[in-house]
């Protein structure tokens, strides 16, 4: 039976070389996939351009998108906006994988500062961006310097508004998936429609409210594009955008945006919070951004087993203090000098 014998000899070829394919790509999984430790925290910051392709855009476990493309790990970033009196050096402690570009803005001095103090975080974020735009790293968070931070306006999406477990948790795959992510989810703030440009115009109210002066310079920053009704994205000028989302817009227009703000006569608390909300913007959100906080706790921090009781707030995330300023001590010591133990874990 030489034709029986034949048909043997070729499916045991066809047989060796299926498994020698199985093993292949085990090993190539083995290899790029499954090294790539903690793939889908903010301590591996790992990326795969294919994310923002679309490939994983649906539903997809963020484990998924660990994967390195050609071996090439994503560069991860912070930008922070600091004066003397604060410091940073928590995020060498804990995230040295990441690269650290502290601006002072009061110290002409400094390695990294800024042409002029105005505006708060805004000029720090728009000069990074003017200065590295051409050598942007891959993944950029904006952030401020302070490990627990209370401030009303600058505070911490944390039980303890500790900046260390929000960073620890923050999705950067989902951050490659979207391209501009809000670092806060709490609506208390910010959300639904924080500022009404038309409403409001020439209003001067308490220190809190842009809404009189955001029309006016919302025609100046974007010109040609109609005022939105209402504005609104959960407060304090905490985001990350990756470089690809970045330069969908020219160099140019961001050295316009800062052009605007060394010109301008508005107060700096004014100028920065019309800039706060605009970023979502510049970045290609609605002028409502306001994900469900349920939804954005999950996507941008991985809480997701959270009880939300309404669209903008889950149990125990977000507490209005007493005071404006944390006390010496915190989380250990409590607002009346007591001891006190820290509401929820570092890690
Ligand atoms: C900054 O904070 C670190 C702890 O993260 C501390 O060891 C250091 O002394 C602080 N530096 C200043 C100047 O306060
Ligand atoms: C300003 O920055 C320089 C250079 O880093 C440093 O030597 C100096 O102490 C800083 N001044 C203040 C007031 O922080
Ligand atoms: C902090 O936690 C410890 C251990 O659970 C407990 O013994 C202590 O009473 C707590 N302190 C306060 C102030 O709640």
Redesign the pocket.
């Known amino acids: 039976m030489p034709i029986h014998r034949r048909l043997t000899a070729r499916n045991a070829l066809i047989a060796l070389l299926a498994w020698l394919f199985i093993a292949l790509v085990l090993h190539l999984k083995a290899e790029l996939w499954d090294s790539s430790p903690a793939a889908g925290s903010a301590d591996a910051p790992a990326g795969n351009d294919d994310v923002l392709n679309g490939e994983a855009q649906h539903g997809s476990s963020t484990k998924k998108i660990g994967v390195e493309k050609g071996g090439e790990k994503r560069r991860t970033a912070v930008v922070v906006a600091s004066q ?1 009196s604060e410091n940073a050096t928590w995020l060498d402690e804990y995230f040295p994988q990441w690269e650290k570009n502290i601006y ?1 803005v009061d ?1 002409k ?3 990294l500062t800024v042409p002029k103090n105005k505006g708060r975080e805004s000029m720090v974020y728009l000069t990074f961006i003017v200065d590295n735009y051409d050598n942007l790293p891959d993944n950029i968070l904006f952030i401020h310097p302070n490990r627990y931070q209370w401030v009303r306006l600058r505070h911490n999406d944390d039980p303890d508004y500790d900046g260390l477990p929000m960073l620890r948790h923050f999705q950067i795959p989902y951050l490659e998936q979207e391209g501009y992510v809000n670092i806060r989810c709490a609506w208390s703030l910010g959300c639904p429609s924080e500022i009404k440009p038309l409403e409001e115009e020439g209003e001067h109210r308490a220190a809190i409210h842009a809404g009189g002066d955001y029309k006016k310079a919302f025609e100046i920053l974007f010109p040609g594009k109609e005022v939105p009704r209402y504005v609104g994205v959960s407060c304090c000028a905490q985001f990350a955008a990756t470089k690809e989302k970045i330069r969908e817009r020219k160099k140019e227009e961001y050295a316009r945006y800062r052009e605007w703000l060394l010109e301008t006569d508005l107060g700096d608390s004014i100028s920065g919070r019309i800039l706060e909300y605009s970023w979502h913007m510049i970045f290609g959100k609605e002028p409502v951004h306001c994900p469900l906080a349920e939804e954005c706790y999950c996507k941008v921090f991985g809480l997701c087993n959270l009880e939300c009781k309404s669209k903008g707030s889950c149990e125990g995330r977000y507490i209005l203090p007493p005071y404006s300023t944390l006390p010496q001590g915190w989380p250990y010591i409590g607002w009346h000098g007591e001891d006190r133990n820290r509401s929820a874990l570092e890690d």
């Open positions: 003397a002072r110290n001095s400094a390695p």
